[in-house]
């Protein structure tokens, strides 16, 4: 089965930058949507920003014009570039593919990578 590797994360101060990556140990077919997601302790998991084919990237309100969704052209690697990180960005943040193949919808998931932001 594909799998997907989470790699980035780390400890960087207020303001400070950082870049996610995720790479899969395959290339992936029948991919509707490529995305990032986050979750703190205690809290629901929520969408940061996805790539949806056949349209342009999208981002949740509080990371706007802070982080940038980008892939590889073969959809191998996807990344997320982190500027102006703030505390409230503190979590664990989780790769997800999702698609259609075989006549089956498919969803992967990574396993997650740490980032703190302190103050």
């Known amino acids: 089965q594909v799998q997907l590797v989470e790699s980035g994360g780390g400890l960087v101060q207020a303001g400070g930058s950082l870049r996610l990556s995720c790479a899969a140990s395959?290339?992936?077919?029948?991919?509707?949507?490529m995305g990032w997601y986050r979750q703190a302790p205690g809290k629901q998991r929520e969408l940061v920003a996805s790539i949806i084919s056949g349209g342009s990237p999208n981002y949740a309100d509080s990371v706007k014009g802070r982080f940038t969704i980008s892939r590889d052209n073969a959809e191998i690697t996807v990344y997320l570039q982190m500027n102006s990180l703030k505390p409230e960005d503190t979590a664990s943040y989780y790769c997800n593919v999702r698609g259609y193949v075989d006549y089956k919808n498919f969803e992967v998931w990574g396993q997650g990578t740490l980032v703190t932001v302190s103050s």
């Open positions: 395959r290339r992936i077919y029948g991919i509707n949507a």
